[in-house]
């Protein structure tokens, strides 16, 4: 044996795929983003909708636009869900959280009303705090749904 035997090899080298840790951390971000596009997308539409003059038309998109909200709202609840339990399993950490996903603009959706946060490079505490109430507001959330 030599002392090449034991050095680290990177993933290619081991012909393996990528660990559990970096695709879950993947599928938050990629989640995330699409929840931020949907965000997007329908702010663009609840625009569009006030320039509509028929109020039958109005009407119709407004259920359209309603339906497509609360899709919205459910999609974005299971994100949070799914990094909260990753959160709790110790499948992610927060210092991976904070340096993969805290970063971007993380969506949470109340009502039919989102509200959004940003954290910076440094704020890993208040990045932990945040976190606690973002979960915090998904549960308060999750039992005004249920009732």
């Not at 929840?35 to 509509?52: G, S, T, W």
């Not at 990094?83 to 996903?101: A, F, H, Q, S, V």
Request: hydrophobic share 40%; aromatic share 8%; proline share 2%.
């Amino acid at each position: 044996m030599c002392t090449e035997d034991f050095k680290p090899k990177s993933s290619e080298e081991q012909n393996c795929p990528k660990s559990t840790r970096t695709e879950l951390l993947n599928l938050c971000q990629s989640k995330l983003g699409a929840v931020r596009r949907m965000y997007h997308e329908l702010q663009e539409r609840k625009e569009a909708l006030q320039n509509v003059e028929d109020p039958h038309m109005r009407a119709q998109f407004s259920t359209e636009f309603e339906e497509e909200s609360a899709s919205t709202k459910r999609h974005t609840i299971g994100v949070m869900r799914l990094i909260g339990k990753l959160l709790l399993w110790k499948m992610i950490t927060l210092t991976i959280l904070c340096e993969g996903l805290m970063n971007r603009v993380l969506y949470v959706v109340t009502g039919y009303c989102f509200t959004w946060w940003t954290c910076g490079h440094g704020a890993h505490a208040s990045a932990a705090s945040l976190l606690k109430f973002i979960i915090l507001e998904l549960i308060i959330s999750t039992a005004r749904n249920k009732a």
